[in-house]
């Protein structure tokens, strides 16, 4: 198993209020992580953090080191890191542009111009999000037009197609229906072959459905990390096992 | 008196309040129409005025307001456009961001004839170019800046937060985010309020009063550095300085002057109108 | 990205930067073009005579500059612009914010856009050929173009603003506010006067100053229309003069670089300072909460 990304003692505020406390996790390549725990204890900001989108906010600082392979991120230009990592936020957000259009924006910003490799990319993005058979003959279609759970898979298809190493999932699934989930977790374990994924989710039947390790948050700090399988059925720490529970939640 | 009569006599008056407001607006409208609306034939519109400005038309006076018009829109709005993207894209919530809005508060409130002097002294007489289109433009062009950043600043707040974020994580810079994932949908915004501060600095009369404006010229400008008539100014000389002007000449100058400007007015409208139904979000 | 590309987005974000800081060198730049010409003036002429001296005579044999008729010329007007648009214009914003239907509310709104969009040049007219002859009739007077005259057109130019600004103050006081007054068995009219005006007052407190602002400032109407007489008037009917007018009526007659000519910018320098302080403190208004 090859690390990928490693946070050393990664701590965030937000103003004067800490939400992440001393975080040391890695991430292997190619592997699902499931990241799971109550609201509020720091899944979104850890996802976050990785591409430095907290930075949006002007109260956002850190402390500690974020490693990409064994480089510190810090050192890599935002629009760099971020072409590497790509996000799938909660809200399935679309552009009010065309299908096409949504899927080729991030590619077109990256200087790709030609039209044949533009069908290329948008045509393989959208298989990879299994979404092509259903728009591939509507592609100059407004995006806002599909279905929740279609949006969703075209902002998978939107982040594929930058070719981006890892792929962070904020929720992805929340507010949408069992077939639109299932197709998703589908894609996501196919997408395993090539990227790396970490998976930030409410839900803790899913996290056991589809990552190989998991990681469990509470309030801002890392309780738990281990094998799926073995987190699931005899965590070490009473917290992660109440919560698996639904002791609270 | 209980209390709904008294809500119905406040009411009246603060109806008639209004009646006092409006009935000279339309009033004021009816007249010059009513007036100027002889003289409105194709003649006026373009000829130059002969005999004393007595007969003829004023069609130089016309086109000198439209390339004051055209000049100003070139100065104002890059560089209006270019400040409401620092502020609304790159100004952190400091005391030079504070000083810049102060700045442009106090901009909006100079009156006209401090900027008719103040172009005078820096364009005019310091930077040399004279009196000409180029110094009247550039006054005009600072004066119409409030209103441009305004609107354009407000176009771009209107942007959803989440473009931003969307472009940000697939990997643009803020440049390229705010050229291609908010400034497309702010242009409505930055039209209409361009056209609505342009349509003001064509009314305009004491800022080119020593920076532009020429009673009468005998050829039509032939670069920027020439003066030129305009309608403004023609209005206050034929109405000031030539004596028995005839009525309809008087009065058509000003009906095509408001004519302009509330043509202007109403393209601004119809397009806010416009923009505002195609919301794509 | 390419090199070609980063030094592209580079320099456009200096631009833009630049552009923010520029504003800022624009008001700097008034002032000081203001502010150079006049201490010209005031090295050949006391400062204390200037402003409060009684007699502007620019070209006497002994050339006067007091700026005290034209100061008071300006404040006279101003005045009673304000004792006329001031009830009007916030009457009006209550009756277009509260009373009126909102099918009428968009006539009467576009109506009062309209009249901000007449420009000055063309009610001045209006002055000239309309409303001075009628005032002169009434009153009357030798002349119609006195300060009254200017002070009527001044005042509707001043609704507007009045009207607008005061008009959205009402419109921000919460729903929640009212809708507790109604509660308590409040009429609308009650709850009109004596809750949401109070609520809205800062900003149209705020409405009120930036008229007084847009009235000191305008010229082009003075100019025509309150009579051409730089002297300390006794009534609002007298002709008589603005600093406004003064400018500009006066600058084409005077020597480049000449007492008249410096002494033109000083009164400029006073009308800059006078309306940098009201729209500094309309503008602390607007955003007092």
């Known amino acids: 198993m090859v690390e990928i990304i490693k946070t050393k003692n990664l701590t965030a505020y937000f103003g004067k209020k800490c939400v992440l406390k001393n975080i040391n996790i890695e991430v292997y390549k190619n592997e699902i992580l499931g990241v799971i725990g109550p609201a509020n204890s720091g899944k979104t900001t850890f996802l976050k953090a990785l591409n430095r989108l907290n930075y949006l906010n002007p109260s956002y600082h850190e402390e500690g080191e974020i490693l990409l392979e064994r480089e510190n991120i810090k050192k890599i230009k935002d629009n760099v890191l971020r072409k590497k990592i790509g996000i799938i936020f909660s809200l399935p957000q679309v552009l009010p542009i065309s299908i096409y259009d949504n899927v080729a924006y991030g590619p077109k910003i990256h200087g790709i111009r030609k039209k044949s490799m533009l069908d290329e990319i948008v045509e393989d993005a959208l298989r990879k999000a299994y979404l092509w058979e259903e728009v591939k003959d509507r592609l100059r279609e407004a995006a806002t037009k599909l279905s929740g759970g279609q949006q969703q898979r075209l902002c998978i298809a939107r982040t594929l197609a930058i070719e981006p190493q890892i792929i962070l999932y904020d929720e992805p699934c929340s507010g949408l229906d069992p077939i639109s989930t299932a197709k998703i977790e589908e894609a996501m374990r196919e997408l395993k072959k090539h990227y790396t994924q970490i998976l930030v989710t409410n839900n803790t039947k899913q996290a056991a459905r589809i990552s190989q390790r998991c990681a469990f948050f509470l309030m801002g700090e890392l309780i738990e990390i281990n094998k799926t399988s073995i987190l699931f059925t005899s965590p070490q720490s009473r917290l992660t096992d109440d919560y698996i529970r639904g002791k609270f939640g | ?281 | 990205m390419s090199k070609l590309k980063t030094i592209k987005e580079k320099t456009i974000e200096f631009l833009i930067h630049i552009s923010g800081f520029l504003i800022i060198l624009f008001v700097i730049l008034i002032f000081l073009f203001l502010l150079k010409d006049s201490l010209s003036f005031f090295k050949e002429y006391p400062f204390f005579k200037f402003l409060i001296g009684k007699k502007w005579l620019p070209i006497s044999d002994n050339p006067q500059f007091g700026l005290l008729p034209l100061l008071l010329g300006s404040l006279y007007v101003t005045f009673f612009a304000l004792i006329i648009c001031v009830p009007l214009g916030v009457a009006s914003a209550m009756f277009i914010a509260e009373v009126a239907p909102s099918s009428l509310r968009g006539i009467l709104k576009s109506l009062v856009e309209i009249l901000a969009s007449i420009p000055s040049v063309v009610l001045g007219f209006i002055g000239i050929v309309a409303l001075g002859p009628w005032i002169k009739k009434i009153f009357h007077l030798s002349t119609g173009l006195c300060g009254f005259t200017g002070s009527l057109l001044l005042a509707f130019m001043a609704l507007p603003t009045i009207i607008s600004i005061s008009e959205d103050a009402i419109n921000s006081v919460p729903k929640s506010v009212k809708e507790a007054a109604f509660g308590l068995g409040a009429t609308r009219w009650q709850t009109l006067w004596r809750i949401i005006l109070p609520h809205a007052s800062s900003g149209i407190i705020a409405a009120i100053m930036l008229g007084i602002g847009r009235v000191i400032g305008e010229t082009m109407v003075v100019m025509m229309v309150t009579g051409n007489s730089p002297v300390m008037v006794h009534s609002i009917f007298e002709p008589l003069r603005t600093m406004t007018a003064t400018i500009a009526s006066e600058m084409g007659e005077t020597v480049r670089g000449g007492l008249h000519y410096f002494a033109l910018f000083s009164v400029g320098l006073i009308l800059f300072i006078i309306t940098f302080i009201i729209n500094f403190l309309a503008d602390l208004f607007l955003h007092k909460k």
């Open chain 2, 1 to 281: 008196m209980n209390a709904h009569l008294r809500e119905k006599f406040a009411f009246f008056i603060l109806g008639i309040a209004t009646l006092i407001v409006i009935l000279p607006i339309l009033g004021t409208l009816f007249y010059i129409l009513k007036n100027g609306i002889s003289a409105i034939n194709w003649e006026f519109l373009t000829q130059p005025p002969r005999n004393g400005m007595k007969e003829g038309g004023i069609f130089p006076a016309i086109v000198g307001t439209i390339y004051l018009i055209i000049g100003t829109m070139i100065f104002s709005l890059p560089l209006g456009v270019l400040s409401a993207i620092y502020l609304s894209e790159y100004a952190k919530d400091n005391f030079f961001t504070r000083l810049i809005k102060l700045a442009i508060v106090n901009l909006s409130g100079v009156p006209s004839i401090v900027y008719g002097l103040f172009g005078f002294a820096l364009f005019v007489i310091f930077l040399k170019f004279g009196t000409s289109i180029l110094a009247g433009c550039l006054t005009l062009a600072i004066m119409s800046l409030p209103v441009i950043i305004t609107a354009t600043k407000e176009a771009l707040e209107a942007v959803p937060q989440s473009f931003r974020e969307i472009s940000l994580s697939l990997g643009a810079t803020k440049w390229q985010t705010i050229r291609y994932c908010v400034l497309p949908y702010a242009w409505g915004g930055i039209l209409t309020g361009t056209i609505l501060s342009l349509s003001r600095a064509a009314g305009e009369t004491a800022p080119i009063l020593f920076t532009v404006a020429a009673f009468y010229l005998p050829y039509l400008p032939r670069s920027i550095f020439d003066q030129v008539m305009a309608l403004p100014y023609h209005l206050y000389a034929i109405s000031t300085q030539v004596p028995n002007i005839p009525k309809k000449i008087s009065f058509g100058t000003a009906l095509v002057l408001i004519g302009i400007v509330f043509i202007m007015n109403l393209i601004s409208s119809i397009l806010r109108a416009y923009f505002r139904r195609k919301k794509l979000w």
